[in-house]
């Protein structure tokens, strides 16, 4: 589907999920410009219209081009794309806020929550940007990149308190292959983003020490279970979490191999240090980043979430791999809920 008007995104940066939505954008009517700290990603993707770092082997289009200058990028843009890793969003955001325009939509694709502070990426925006709720969205959905590169369907959240910033984002990432929908529920959206990448954390490790398909639902469903626990008491809509931003993200995080969330804890599971495991993915792994942060803000809302207690129990060394099974298996039964 493309704008009556053309638009202008830029896109902070040129990552795997940065270059897919940027080709999305471009793909919609947009023109795109990609920010890279890197003067030999610009380079190539200006000249041979290919990103070598992620995607060496799908043409972008020709409406994307790539800079290293943010002010440059901004200029007259009329959506701000962010997708850089969570835990370094308030100190880059601060150097890039001054060349945001006036009327300048930001959309986040983070799935992660500060350390430090235990915010969301949204609340981040705001803080450092000084901008309204309004005027921030974001992007979540199950959306492997490298799918969505080669022009396989998927779809995806656009969450924003404001519901026609929401569909201006939405009417500029359809396309034939990526359909959005709107929600007002920023909450939902963002949590259940962040919480999934810990539960695919749970369901690598459980295949790595290959624990059977009946383990990975388990670990699933009760994921969902205390992914929604948070998010309503933090002010979400349960039916969010059944959605594309919820169980759609969730299953497809931790199903694919293209998951570096749930790649990385398979490798944990197949006996890595956390260490090891980091060097052997090679990309971020927000749910590694995370999870302390998600575990810290069930504590303060009084939510019980045994899987991500466990995790995180598991990557600060405090447990084997064999006692976080046994912690899982172990707890009192009660009813489903």
């Known amino acids: 589907m493309t704008q009556h008007r053309s638009a202008r995104a830029a896109v902070f940066s040129a990552g795997s999920w940065g270059t897919a939505v940027a080709k999305i954008m471009a793909d919609a009517g947009s023109d795109v410009v990609v920010h890279a700290r890197r ?12 990103n ?6 799908v043409e ?9 200058d943010p002010a440059a990028a901004l200029d007259g843009a ?6 850089i890793p969570a835990q370094s969003l308030r100190s880059s955001l601060a150097a890039w806020a001054p060349h945001i325009g006036p009327a300048t939509v930001l959309v986040s694709l983070m799935k992660g929550i500060e350390r430090e502070t235990g915010k969301r990426a949204s609340e981040v925006i705001t803080e450092v940007t000084g901008l309204p709720a309004e005027r921030v969205a974001v992007l979540s959905g199950p959306n492997l990149a490298r799918e969505i590169m080669e022009g396989h369907p998927a779809a995806a959240t656009v969450a924003c308190p404001d519901e026609v910033a ?5 009417q500029a990432c359809h396309t034939s292959y ?3 929908y709107t929600s007002t529920d920023v909450i939902g959206c963002e949590l259940g983003g962040a919480v999934k990448n810990v539960i695919a954390l749970a369901v690598g490790i459980a295949s790595g020490m290959s624990l059977g398909d009946n383990a990975a639902a388990m670990l699933i469903t009760r994921g969902l279970a205390e992914t929604t626990r ?11 979490l059944a959605g594309l931003a919820g169980l759609g993200d969730l299953v497809a995080t931790c199903s694919s191999p293209l998951s570096r969330n749930r790649t990385f804890g398979t490798h944990l599971g197949k006996g890595l240090s956390v260490e090891e495991a980091t060097a052997a993915t090679r990309q971020t792994t927000e749910g590694i980043k995370s999870a302390e942060a998600i575990l810290a803000l069930a504590h303060t809302h009084d939510v019980e979430m045994p899987i991500t207690d466990v995790i995180t129990a598991l990557l600060n060394g405090k447990v084997t ?12 039964p009660k009813p489903e809920r």
């Open 178 to 180: 990526f359909r959005p």
């Open 52 to 57: 070598p770092g992620y995607f060496p082997d």
């Open 60 to 68: 972008l289009p020709a409406a994307l081009a790539a800079t290293t």
């Open 39 to 50: 003067s030999e990603i610009t380079d190539a993707i200006n000249t041979t219209h290919r």
């Open 230 to 240: 948070l998010a309503v008491a933090m002010g979400a809509h349960p039916a969010t």
């Open 321 to 332: 791999l064999d006692e976080a099974t046994a912690a899982l298996m172990q707890r009192p």
């Open 78 to 83: 009329d959506f701000l794309v962010l997708s």
């Open 166 to 170: 929401a569909v201006r984002v939405q």
